[in-house]
Every structure is written in structure tokens, then in C-alpha cells.
């Protein structure tokens, strides 16, 4: 298949972060972030030493060289069980390993060496999750050193798709003599022959390398760590339709051009330096569409625009026209905003990163061919995103339900939090509303305090603005009522809903 070469990556590197934008056609449709005080430890593999055997909690602590000894339990320290739960990409042929669970003490031994990763990054005062079940993840593949076997996720269930990739992985296994078992990801499912082999020797001389350091260092030691984002950018994300990298950090820059040269030979001459004055991210306005990404409301061509709520349970995109336009009809108005937004769905859901459930609530349109062309551009726009996912035909309210699959944390998670203002509601309580509440409280504590003689009410300018001019009437009769004075206080710190009443 011969792709256009119509993407580029953009890669901003500062101190504290490193970003990489995927462009296509000029347009922002992918942003990953990592920050340098929040990279994780979840992968790294550490040469440990068992420091206690725990038989009744069947577990033991394993020193890897943390603040806290890490925690191997029983039931992830089966040495020649194959691999974790890594991305649901479990295969259906894995080799079942039985309920009977070895004691822990039968495991290992205090003072023993042992190969682990980590599973769960250490939490409070809980210290790491390990498993001696290594696997390393790649693009398309996950490869399990420790085991012998050819997987394929389950994901990917056509059964000649299956029976291919297995047959590609074990012919690559025997020319170019990997040893070790690799599982297909869902990924695989529409990769070439090429870049399976690249990957299955990229996973190979990685292992090596952490073979040759686990030999000649003593634990507790780190073996074996992830790649950093701007170098995992390289692995993961460049193939055959980039036509460019592009890195705005000299000295990454050099350590992508080494790591390619090692790794992705064919790669080392689409990437360049990025020396210009105006910063990267300004190119293609990916800083502007970052922006974007971020708000609820996207605006769409034709004048409509879609309204995207990110909830716990789901994510809802609900599709709105902007007015009828006098020549057409309604329905064809309807259509082709109905149509535009099919695409700006499916670029918004990789570009925020948005997994779980989705349902998208499209105008109701009259014509079945209309519903069939919406839905088609709405499924290739979703066949384009690396992320798996699926679609469900349209209800008779005009309903589409889309699952993807969850990998980081959504693009809003990772950059905002809920406004400490408003709780996150979006709304506040208007200052009459507030002036009420104040009133309440009053009558409420002149009930319980009889003796009190003056009333303090410290609160925003905005409310006592309002108890002066609008409410002024209320609270003169308010004062009379109680029998004591009520003074005012700005507090300039103060928002609109907060405000405090002290008794003098
Ligand atoms: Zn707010």
C-alpha cells in the first residue's frame, strides 16, 4: 500500500516538558504530553533483592533501590508465566497456568536476586507493585522474554488476519533468530511485514541491552526504563505517511537522530532540527488548536457547532445547526452540518484523547441515504485513528454509541482541573441569591444569640454591593427586626459565594 506522506511531528522540548503534536494536512490531530516531574515508574524493570518473605500475606518486599521496598505478591511471581494484563492485549491461545498458586515462600528466599518490573507506581504509603512477569511493549508488538510463545490479541478477530500475523512473526522469529515470545497488539492488525520486523528487532536489541546491564550490575538496579516521549515519538509514531520530524531541542535532536540510527535507519533523514525564531507549536497554530481542545464548544464551518461533555461514566457530543440558511432545504441543512460534525467527532475523540463510552446525539434527519453518509464519514474518520475503537448504527433518535478503547488519562484531564470557584458546576449562585442566604443565616444565629448586639457580614464586593444599593431596603428592616446593627465588609480575596458572619 503506498500512503501519502501527509504527516509530520512536531516536538517541543523544555525542562519541564516534552510535547509531541501529530499534524495532518496541516491540522493538529494527536498531542502527547509528558512532564518531567510526573513520568511514572509502571514498565521499568530493576534488578531487586528480596528483603522479607511475607507467607501469611503470601507476598514479599523486594528493595529496587525507591524510598520504599516494593511489593511482589504470590500471584505475580510465576517466573515463567508469560505476561500481564498490559492493555487488555491478553491473547486468547495464552497457555492457561492453573489456580494452584505456588506459596510465596516456595517462590523466593530472602536475599535472593530477582528480575522485576513494576506494575503499580507507589502510592502514599504503599510501595510499588512488582511482577517478575517482564514484557515490553513496542508499536505493534509486546515481547515477553521469558516465553516462547506467538500471541495474538484478541481484539483482532478476523481469523486470516490472525493466521497472517502469526505466520509473519514466526518466519521473522526463525531468519532473524529472536528469541522469546511476542504478542500481535491490536495495532498489528493493519501493519506491514516491514514494520513488524523492525519492531520485533527493535525489541530485541532492547532486551539485549538490559540483559548485558542485569549481568554486570549488582541490586538493587534499574535495568531497563521506558524511552522518554520524545524518543518513544520515534517508535511509536513514525511510519510510513510522516514525511517529517520535526525537534525544536538541539540536544534531543541529536538523541533521536542516535536512537534512529540504531533503531530506524530508514527514518534518520525526515528528521531535522527546528532552529526557527517563532516557536514550534505556532506552526499550524497547534498551540491555538491545543486551546481549542479544551473547550466545550467546537465550532464547525457551517455555522453549526458540537457541544462535547466529558462526565465519569461517558462522554456525550451533542450536534447543534447554526440556523436555517434561506436557499436550502432544512433537511439538506441539517444533513450537511450533520456531516461536518461526523468528521470533527471523530479528529475531537483522538485529539482530546477521549475513551469509554461516547454517544453522539446528530440532528434528526428524514432521508436513510442521508443517516448512511453520515455514519460512513463519521467511520472513516474513526478508521484513521490509531486508537481502537467501535461504532454502533444510528438509533431512531438520531443516536450514535462509540467505545475507545482507554490509554493516558484524556487531554482535559491532564491539563485542567475542576474551577475551585464554582465546584466545577460551571455556574455560580448570583449575588441576590447569596444576599438571601446571608439574610437566612442572620435571622438564624439572632435566634440562637439574643444577646448580640452587632452583626459583621464580610463578603465579595459584588454582594455587599448589592446589600447597599438593591437590598438596602431589606436589610434596614432586617436590622430593626433583630434589634441589632448589621456592618458590611469587602473581602477582595473573597469570590462571589464566599462570605462569613461574625458576631461582635
Ligand atoms: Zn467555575
Redesign the pocket.
Known amino acids: 500500500m503506498n500512503q501519502a506522506r501527509n504527516e509530520e511531528i512536531l516536538i517541543n522540548v523544555t525542562p519541564q516538558e516534552t510535547r509531541v503534536a501529530i499534524v495532518e494536512n496541516g491540522m493538529l490531530q494527536e498531542l502527547h504530553i509528558e512532564r518531567s516531574d510526573a513520568k511514572g515508574m509502571v514498565g521499568n524493570i530493576y534488578k531487586g533483592k528480596v528483603v522479607r518473605v511475607l507467607p501469611g500475606m503470601q507476598a514479599a518486599f523486594v528493595e529496587i533501590g525507591l524510598e520504599r521496598t516494593a511489593f511482589l505478591h504470590a500471584h505475580d511471581a510465576k517466573p515463567m508465566l508469560i505476561m500481564g494484563d498490559r492493555e487488555n492485549d491478553r491473547p486468547k491461545d495464552r497457555p492457561e497456568e492453573g489456580n494452584n498458586e505456588k506459596p510465596i515462600s516456595e517462590l523466593v528466599r530472602e536475599g535472593q536476586e530477582i528480575l522485576v518490573q513494576v506494575v503499580n507506581d507507589p502510592l502514599g504509603s504503599k510501595g510499588a507493585r512488582l511482577t517478575t512477569e517482564i514484557s515490553i511493549p513496542s508499536r505493534y508488538l509486546v515481547y515477553l522474554p521469558h516465553s516462547k510463545v506467538t500471541g495474538i490479541s484478541q481484539r483482532i478477530t478476523d481469523e486470516t488476519t490472525r493466521e497472517g500475523l502469526r505466520s509473519i512473526i514466526d518466519t521473522i522469529k526463525q531468519q532473524k533468530n529472536c528469541t522469546g515470545g511476542y504478542i500481535a497488539r491490536t495495532s498489528a492488525e493493519t501493519a506491514q511485514v516491514g514494520e513488524i520486523q523492525q519492531d520485533m528487532l527493535i525489541l530485541c536489541r532492547l532486551w539485549e541491552k538490559a540483559s548485558e546491564k542485569e549481568k554486570n550490575c549488582r541490586a538493587p538496579a534499574l535495568v531497563y526504563e521506558d524511552l522518554p516521549l520524545a524518543l518513544r515519538a520515534l517508535r511509536d509514531f513514525v511510519r510510513s505517511s510522516v514525511s517529517k520530524v520535526l525537534i525544536d531541542s538541539s540536544e534531543t535532536y541529536d538523541r533521536v537522530r542516535a536512537l534512529a540510527g540504531d533503531l530506524t535507519p530508514d527514518a534518520v533523514h525526515i528528521i531535522e532540527h527546528y532552529p526557527g525564531e517563532r516557536p514550534i507549536f505556532d506552526l499550524y497554530s497547534v498551540e491555538d488548536e491545543i486551546e481549542r481542545a479544551l473547550q466545550r464548544r467546537v465550532p464547525l464551518k457551517s455555522g453549526g457547532h458540537l457541544v462535547i461533555d466529558q462526565t465519569e461514566a461517558m462522554t456525550t457530543v451533542d450536534v447543534n445547526t447554526g440556523g436555517f440558511v434561506g436557499k436550502k432545504t432544512l433537511e439538506e441543512t441539517v444533513f450537511k452540518t450533520n456531516l461536518e460534525a461526523a468528521r470533527a467527532v471523530a479528529r475531537q475523540l483522538r485529539l482530546r484523547n477521549l475513551g469509554g463510552i461516547i454517544i453522539i446525539d446528530f440532528i434528526d434527519m428524514q432521508l436513510k441515504s442521508h443517516q448512511n453518509q453520515v455514519l460512513g464519514a463519521l467511520e472513516r474518520g474513526l478508521a484513521k485513528d490509531s486508537t481502537k475503537n467501535n461504532m454502533t448504527e444510528m438509533s431512531t433518535l438520531g443516536l450514535v454509541e462509540i467505545t475507545r478503547k482507554r490509554t493516558r488519562e484524556s487531554l482535559g484531564h491532564q491539563l485542567t482541573e475542576d474551577?475551585p470557584?464554582?465546584d466545577?458546576?460551571?455556574t455560580?449562585k448570583t449575588a441576590h441569591t447569596i444576599c438571601n442566604e446571608i439574610f437566612r443565616e442572620i435571622l438564624r444565629e439572632a435566634r440562637q444569640y439574643e444577646e448580640a448586639s452587632t452583626y459583621m457580614v464580610i463578603a465579595s464586593q459584588d454582594v455587599i454591593d448589592r446589600l447597599l444599593d438593591e437590598e438596602s431596603a431589606n436589610l434596614a428592616d432586617l436590622q430593626e427586626f433583630i434589634g441589632a446593627a448589621i456592618q458590611l465588609h469587602v473581602e477582595a480575596t473573597f469570590f462571589q459565594e464566599n462570605y462569613d458572619i461574625v458576631l461582635t
Open positions: 474551577c470557584v464554582c466545577g458546576r460551571g455560580l
